[in-house]
Structure formats: structure tokens, C-alpha cells
């Protein structure tokens, strides 16, 4: 069910009577026993945070020891990777169980953007509000920020969060220190609002708002869990960190030794474990899926600003490791066993089908590229990835990379680069490079920072992933040889008469 248009009339009978039976099913679903509803999902969904951030994967400076439980307690996945090593794409990827190009966002959407999240599009929110779920969205949102495009008119009863990336603000790097036009006028982003349901609360948020949204997001999200204790919820946590630039509160600054990127990330671990201990306190731990997890890859050059991918190659907005693979955990006592490792091929658009099948919903009844892994996240003897193939669409809609479980082809294409020198420090970036990549081979299973081009060895499986290369471009099309794709679809688009956000 879609939430209410801003300009919807009064309801009709017909639909009195809709609402009145989604009521009566969900006053029954209340009634009933834990173990009688569908469990519980909570998706926490980071901004920039990198394979090696977590404790688990090697972090350093700071200690995480609340992640570290959600690994010692459930699913530590080594090879789960997103759709577009950027934020938008990112996020329409996991909502929707879709490649970002089917579903026609790429990038990550500013303030003029007129486009967002299509209407006819499912959401993961509305699959489990097809369940009689109790929906909320507390945090980042990126995918559209006018109001047909905010997350009530996708599924989810209540919203709290910024409409796209902190950085998109009067302070950017790019435009702070720029003068002013002889009108007055500054360039740059226009002040960066604070969103409740479909309304701007804070038209202006500052360094000192900032500053608390983790503990703000926090305080919504282990409030929602108290109130929907006896109804079963989908709770989607997209925090804006550590997507610079860099904010904590009082409460942990300076407790790191990693600078206030440690610091942040301690605020985030507290973040966790005020959401699990929420759970727990409600007697839900058992009938609650938690999953953890990032849009992309560390934005390098940013320095001590940015996180690190640790082995792995590259970063943010490129489709080498170090930007697509991403920290993921999985917690479910009782159901995950703890303590298990996934090396396995798992991807942002198998939470929705995961999902859906857990709790007994219908799929989409558009195509989806997200795989049901039941058996990879209940560690089913023999269970391998249902993935044949994953496509690595980069920027600007180019297809840059195909890989299976163990092999990666990079495509001929340009990709920013830092060379090997360091990035920023103090939340200043530098520059990148621009450099080029041939027709190259990766064995991602011996060598998963793609280090020796092995494409002379292997002559044959270049041939097979290049043909699979083919069949994505037919598919979800490819601007490096121009293809527009027979299964792409459009994104929404703001008419002329749609409500606009205003702030």
C-alpha cells in the first residue's frame, strides 16, 4: 500500500473499508504469540563505511565490540557486494532487490535532482507492510526528496532523516571558501534540510545538529521497537556516517585513536548495541533479524577522513573490490548459527527476496535480480551462491566488470585513482587520478585485491564472462558501447504540477 499523496481528497467508501480490514489484520497479528508471527527485520545500512572498518574485518584505533557480537553471535559475510559503489544506486539497489540500472537510478541524487524512486517500483518496506509489518525509515534517505518520492509514499508509516547525503550543504570543500557573487549569492548547495514524514522540521541543519543524528536516529529506532513489540516490524536504519563530513556527539569525542573517524565509528558500534539491547529488552531476540551492512566502499580521498578497505583494491565509485565489497552481518539466535563465516557470493539485492520468503510475502511482481539466500544465511551444508553471474555497472552507466564466484573480468574503462598517494586530512580531500584498465582477469578467490591480471592463463573463462558481459548489455545496456537495455526501467519523475519539497 502506497502512503497518502500530500494532495490525496478525502477517502472513499471503498476505501474506508480497505483501511478498516488492514486495521482488523493487524490488531490480529497483534494478538498473537511471538512465535506465531513473522519475525522481525532490522536493516542498518552505513554511508561510506569500508570492508576493513569493522572489528571483525580488521579495524584499527577503535574498538567495535558490539558488531564484534553481532559476528561471535550470527553470519560474517566475506564477499557481499553492492550494486553501484555509490549512494543513490546503492540504496535503490537494496530496497528494490534490483540492479540500480533496472530500476533507472545511478549517482547519487543532490538537491535538483527531479527524479527518485518510480511509484510502480516494490520496496522492501512494502513487501513486509504486505505482511501487516509496522514500517519505519529512520535516517538517510537518497532516493528522491520530494515528497513523491520520500520514503511515506514507499512504504513506510513514519520517517525521520535527511533526504540525501550530509555533504550536500552550504559547507562543502568545493564551495565553502569561494566568494560571494555581486548579488550576494554564494554557489553551491543550498542549506541541507531535516525531514519528518513528508514535512522539513529543520530547514537549515547545522554542525551542531549533525552532531546528533547518530544518537537522534538511535533514540527513533529503539523507541520504535518499544512501541511495535506485539506487531511484527521492518526497521531500515540508513545512518548518515561516516559519509563525511565527519560528526559525533560529545559522548565520544576524542575516545579513539583513530582521530574523529575512530570516534565516529565508536558512536556507530554504541548505535548497534542500543538496538540490540532494545530488542532483547522487548524479548524479541529470537524472532529478530539484524542485519548490518554499507553502500559502498571508503571515499579515499578524503584521507583520514575515509575508512579502509583493507586488501582489497581501490574505493568509492569504482567497481574494484575496495569499492562494491562492504562489511555485512547477520544476526538471528536460534536461527543463524553463531559464529559462522559466509564466503560465498551475496549481494544488497538478496535482502529483499531473503526477506520475502522468511516472512511468507509475494515477491515483486516486477523482475528483481536479488536471490533468495535461506541457504547461505542458515549455513545449509554445501550451500553455494545463487549468483552465475554479478555485473559491475560504474559511473556514468558504463559496465566496468563481470564476475562469478571466483573470477572478475574488468572491462577496458578509465577509473579515478589515488596513485598511491594519501588522501586528505582534516575532512579536506585532494585530487584524483584518472587511469585505465585493459581487458583484465582477477581470481578473486586466491587474489581478492585484484592485483595480477591473469587473462593470458585463462583464455576461456575471459570468453565466458565476456559473453556474459553480452547478455547484461542486452539486458541493462551499457553507455560504453551504447546500449540502452531492453529491461531498463524508468525512474519517477517530478511533474510539473507535483508537490515540491520546500524548506
Known amino acids: 500500500m502506497r502512503g497518502t499523496h500530500p494532495r490525496a481528497g478525502r477517502p472513499t467508501a471503498h476505501m474506508a473499508r480497505c483501511v478498516a480490514a488492514v486495521l482488523i489484520t493487524t490488531s490480529a497479528w497483534s494478538q498473537e504469540s511471538t512465535a506465531e508471527r513473522p519475525p522481525n527485520v532490522i536493516v542498518i545500512f552505513m554511508d561510506d563505511l569500508a570492508y576493513a572498518d569493522i572489528g571483525p574485518l580488521g579495524a584499527q584505533g577503535y574498538a567495535t565490540p558490539n558488531l564484534d557480537r553481532m559476528a561471535a553471535e550470527g553470519m560474517l559475510f566475506t564477499d557481499f557486494v553492492v550494486s553501484a559503489a555509490v549512494c543513490s544506486a546503492s540504496r535503490a539497489a537494496l530496497l528494490t532487490g534490483c540492479y540500480h540500472r533496472r530500476v533507472g537510478i545511478s549517482g547519487a541524487l543532490g538537491p535538483n535532482a527531479e527524479i527518485g524512486i518510480h511509484p510502480d517500483e516494490t520496496t522492501l518496506a512494502e513487501v513486509c507492510r504486505a505482511r501487516g509489518y509496522a514500517t519505519a525509515c529512520f535516517g538517510k534517505w537518497h532516493l528522491g526528496h520530494h515528497p513523491k518520492f520520500l520514503p511515506l509514499q514507499h512504504g513506510f508509516d513514519e520517517y525521520f532523516g535527511l533526504p540525501y547525503s550530509n555533504d550536500m550543504w552550504p559547507q562543502h570543500p568545493e564551495f565553502v571558501n569561494l566568494p560571494a557573487a555581486a548579488d550576494g549569492s554564494r554557489p553551491g548547495f543550498p542549506p541541507l534540510p531535516l525531514i519528518e514524514g513528508n514535512a522539513v522540521i529543520n530547514p537549515n541543519v547545522t554542525s551542531v545538529e549533525q552532531c546528533q543524528l547518530t544518537t537522534w536516529y538511535t533514540e527513533r529506532a529503539v523507541d520504535f521497537i518499544a512501541r511495535h513489540a506485539a506487531q511484527s516490524f521492518f526497521l531500515y536504519v540508513p545512518h548518515a556516517m561516516v559519509h563525511v563530513p565527519l560528526h559525533v556527539s560529545e559522548k ?139 555485473y559491475c555497472y560504474g559511473p556514468g552507466d558504463e559496465l566496468q566488470a563481470v564476475r562469478d564466484r571466483k573470477w572478475k573480468l574488468h572491462l577496458p574503462h578509465r577509473y579515478r585513482t589515488l596513485a598511491g598517494r594519501p588522501g586528505g586530512t582534516g575532512g579536506v580531500p585532494v585530487a584524483y587520478s584518472t587511469a585505465t584498465i585493459g581487458l583484465e582477469l582477477f581470481d578473486l578467490e586466491h587474489d581478492p585485491g585484484e592485483t595480477t591480471n591473469v587473462a593470458d592463463r585463462f583464455p576461456e573463462e575471459v570468453a565466458r564472462l565476456q559473453a556474459l558481459a553480452e547478455q547484461a548489455r542486452h539486458d541493462l545496456g551499457d553507455t560504453l558501447t551504447n546500449r540502452t537495455g531492453a529491461g531498463v526501467r524508468p525512474a519517477g519523475r517530478l511533474a510539473l504540477d507535483d508537490p515540491r519539497l520546500v524548506w
Open 252 to 390: 565520544f569525542r576524542g575516545r579513539s585513536t583513530r582521530g574523529l573517524f575512530g570516534d565516529v565509528m565508536m558512536e556507530v558500534d554504541w548505535s548497534v548495541g542500543q538496538i540490540l539491547e532494545a530488542v532483547e529488552r522487548q524479548g524479541l531476540d529470537e524472532h529478530t533479524l539484524v542485519i548490518f551492512t554499507s553502500d559502498n566502499g571508503p571515499w579515499l580521498s578524503y584521507g583520514d577522513h575515509a575508512g579502509s578497505a583493507g586488501p582489497l583494491r581501490e574505493g568509492k565509485g569504482t567497481e574494484f573490490e575496495g569499492g562494491v565489497r562492504v562489511p555485512a552481518l547477520m544476526r538471528w539466535p536460534g536461527q543463524i548459527p553463531a559464529g559462522h563465516v559466509c564466503r560465498e557470493l551475496a549481494t544488497t539485492t538478496d535482502i529483499l527476496p531473503t526477506v520475502a520468503a522468511l516472512i511468507g510475502a509475494p515477491l515483486p511482481p516486477r523482475a528483481i535480480d536479488g536471490h533468495d539466500i535461506r541457504a547461505l544465511l542458515f549455513a545449509q551444508p554445501g550451500a553455494l551462491s545463487p549468483h552465475p553471474v554479478h
